[in-house]
């Protein structure tokens, strides 16, 4: 089946600084990544679509300058969040497209602790 | 516009039977289910395509009814690894679509 990873599975990082999240697709290509976060108990939540070669497109209320998304390639996207703050802090889910039925697999997710 | 999907939980004992229902109000052009653990990511189980098609592996099967926009998941003789959360993700037929997940529904098999 179609694999996703995502690196790193966890982070602690302090108040300030910025953290790079990767995800990326195995065994396929995918034109098209999402980004989810998702609170304790919560329903994930779509932040950003990923195309390769364009701009992301966030979800409304999602700060694009805060959370930069760049798809270099046809397996590669990178979800980068800048000055983070504690209430930053969630569990960061990618998933990729494939197929023509728009299948979506997810990657094992980053949590990431702000301090 | 999220999908409305009951019921909220349900608690089974080993070799019950459970049904997980999603229901939209919006023309949808596939439905699809993922079952995830605790403090990990969501794994895809399967895919429905309007058509009113029903699909099945093992002991989990779905069917989608494409006039009602409504999708349901069954598990049958359930199992202690059948526990966790259940999302159905939506895809509209609108352009530009994209998954839209249900609230969830949690499932705990109790031996």
């Known amino acids: ?115 | 516009q999220q999908p409305v999907q009951s019921p909220q939980a349900v608690i089974l004992r080993e070799g019950e039977d459970a049904v997980i229902n999603c229901s939209s109000s919006k023309a949808l052009y596939s439905v699809h289910w993922y079952r995830q653990k605790h403090g990990e990511a969501p794994v895809f189980l399967m895919i429905l395509l309007k058509g009113g098609e029903q699909k099945g592996h093992e002991k989990i099967s779905a069917s989608f009814n494409e006039k009602k926009q409504q999708s349901s998941l069954y598990l049958t003789a359930s199992q202690l690894s059948y526990s966790g959360t259940y999302f159905c993700g939506t895809l509209p037929m609108e352009y530009g679509n994209k998954l839209v997940f249900g609230a969830g529904t949690i499932l705990r098999v109790k031996s």
Not at chain 1, 9 to 35: H, P
Not at chain 1, 41 to 46: N, V
Not at chain 1, 57 to 63: A, D, F, L
């Open chain 1, 1 to 115: 089946g179609a694999v996703v990873s995502q690196h790193p599975s966890w982070v602690i990082c302090k108040s300030g600084t910025s953290v790079k999240i990767e995800c990326r697709s195995l065994d396929f290509q995918a034109t098209t990544m999402f980004w989810y976060r998702q609170f304790p108990k919560q329903s994930l939540m779509l932040m950003a679509t990923s195309n390769e070669g364009s701009k992301a497109t966030y979800e409304q209320g999602v700060e694009k300058d805060k959370f930069l998304i760049n798809h270099a390639s046809l397996t590669l996207s990178t979800l980068t969040v800048t000055s983070a703050h504690p209430e930053d802090s969630s569990f960061y889910i990618c998933s990729a497209r494939a197929g023509q039925t728009y299948e979506q697999y997810f990657g094992p997710g980053t949590r990431l602790t702000v301090t």
